[in-house]
Structures are given as C-alpha cells and as structure tokens.
C-alpha cells in the first residue's frame, strides 16, 4: 500500500508515493506553469499506468494550491507548508532543531523544540533568493542552473554583492561584470548576499541551531549550501529528497488522518483524464464578499474553496476535520 503527497506551489508540483516504511518509492516532479489542474492530471497520467486506485492507502496535499489540489483527487489532509516540511523532516531526522527551506518563489525557516514547531517566518515581498531568480541569473550568464554552485565554489575570492533586493542585486551583479570581476567570484559573491539578505530578514530574532537541514529546490545548488556554512559557522545537511520534503509531508499527515478515520477520500487515477475547469464568484452572504472558487469534474461540482465561513466549502462533505486547517 501507498501513501500519496502532492504539494502545488507556484514554480512546480511535486508528487511522492511513500511505502509503508515511509521510504520514497516514486517521485515526479512538474512546472505547475500556472495551471496547477493540469499539473496535478499530468501527474496522475504517469501514476496511472504505474499504480492501482486500490494502493492508495491515502492522499494529503500541500503548499500554495492545496485547497485546490484536495478538491481533485480527494485528500483526506490538507496542511500548510510548515507543518509538512517540519513533518518530513523529523521523520527523516529527528534530531533536527532548524529548517531553511528555498523554494521557487518562497523562502522560510522553520525552528524546531523537541519535535515540534515552536518558530517560523517566510519571505513577505522580494523573491530574491528564491529558485526562480537563481534561475534567472544563471539563464542571463548562460550557465546551467545545475553547474551555478558548482561556479561559486571555484571561486578563490569573493565580491560584495548587495543582496537585499532581487533588481539591486542583479544590478550589481551586471556592474561587478563591467568593473571585471570573473563569473566564479561574482557568483560566490550572490550566494553570500543571498544568504545574508536571508538571515538578516527571514532568519531575524531567530536562533539557528544546529542540527540544520537545507531543503527545497535551492538546496541543490552547493554555493548556496556552502555560503550557509560560512556565515552560521558549522555543517548545514541536505537531505535525499530534499525537493520532494513538502508532499512527503503531506503524505505522511495523510496516512496518520486516515489511520484515525479508517477510510480514504482518494478518487483515482481516472481523474486524470476527466475534464476539470474552475470558476469564481464573489458570494453576497455577508460583508466580507468572499471570493469562492467552484471546482467542476465533466460538469459535476466536486468542490468549492475560499470562504471564510464555510457555506461553500462545507457543501462537499469532508472525512476530517484537517481539511479546514
């Protein structure tokens, strides 16, 4: 039996299947592209030919597009980033005491006291930092975002890069490249302002201890990894599945829900050819005018979402009350 995780961001989308030891027996990663419907489908057309309806033992979702990912395939939890990294962190290690995790667009930090969340913070505004302007960066150098830490550890000096906004940043850069700074040192020079604008801001008011454990995309990139280093002064770890840590989560949640409800809320893999579209309305039942997404599976509602109240969402009856969390 398998347990399903599938965290939507807004970069990618992310799907596991755990076993029953928790050990990761599929993973696929996707470009949620703005349309998270069809990455999750896309997904779902891979498990298809791989996997049963009948081995999914549960399914949990995570990140931005949760919500809308539960009202597709069925979750029996829905947990914010948060809860699902920290969760899949601490079934991995438990001696773990921090969290830095860099994803697409999002960086946030995760503070851990004897297996439980007791601090976090994420970015609010500038997305410097974040895998998409690393990418962004690498794209405009013409280097392989593969190969860009592998550059920064070339470096035998490094450069001062102002690192607190993503256009100044990448203003500096440019002027650092006219001034003749090579790639390697200017690269280096990121990372470290990257990692200063990150603890300076995220990181403010926290105390980072050790055991510390790198995850999300960003974690692969080996300058990064090593500008952490430099500036907490001890080893940072990252571990296997280091971009796949929000929907093992989310699984793991999803196996601990069902355990208690003794059923499953999953509804295939046949949705992946089913016609899903959605559509918003604002309700006029009170004051706050909520805007409420209504999800429709070959014009049969299967979910509404974004209320406050629940009138909608309440409509489509749900196994556990982590639906709502």
């Not at 809308?68 to 991995?92: P, Q, R, Y």
């Amino acid at each position: 039996m398998y347990y399903l995780g599938v965290d939507v961001g807004s970069v990618s989308t992310d799907i596991v299947l755990l076993d029953e030891h928790m050990t990761v027996n599929e993973k696929i990663y996707l470009r949620t592209k703005g349309n998270p419907i069809k990455a999750v489908q896309d997904g779902f057309k891979i498990l298809k030919n791989k996997y049963n309806q009948s081995e999914i033992s549960a399914a949990g979702t995570t990140g931005s597009g949760r919500m809308i990912a539960s009202a597709i395939i069925g979750g029996d939890a829905v947990k914010n980033e948060i809860t699902a990294h920290a969760t899949a962190a601490l079934e991995f290690d438990e001696d773990v005491r921090t969290i830095i995790e860099i994803g697409g667009q999002d960086s946030k930090i995760i503070i851990l006291n004897n297996g439980i969340v007791s601090d976090f913070a994420m970015n609010t505004v500038c997305a410097a930092g974040t895998g998409s302007f690393l990418d962004r960066q690498a794209e405009r150098l013409d280097i392989p975002i593969e190969e860009f830490g592998d550059y920064a550890l070339k470096a035998k000096s490094t450069v001062r890069i102002a690192g607190r906004c993503a256009v100044f940043a990448e203003s500096d850069m440019i002027h650092k490249q006219q001034l003749g700074y090579n790639q390697p040192e200017i690269i280096r020079g990121l990372c470290d302002a990257l990692v200063r604008n990150y603890l300076n801001n995220i990181g403010k008011g926290k105390t980072i201890l050790s055991k510390v454990l790198f995850q999300g995309g960003v974690a692969a990139n080996k300058g990064m990894k090593s500008a952490f280093e430099n500036a907490l002064g001890f080893e940072i770890y990252v571990p296997e599945h280091y971009n796949m840590m929000g929907a093992i989560g989310a699984a793991i949640i999803a196996k601990k829900t069902v355990k208690k409800v003794g059923r499953t809320n999953f509804r295939g893999f046949e949705l992946a050819g089913s016609n899903i579209i959605s559509k918003s309305f604002e309700c006029e039942g009170c004051t706050n005018k909520c805007e409420v997404v209504k999800i429709y599976e070959n014009n049969t509602v299967i979910g509404y979402f974004g209320d406050r109240c629940g009138k909608w969402s309440n409509k489509i009856v749900q196994s556990s009350n982590d639906l709502l969390a």
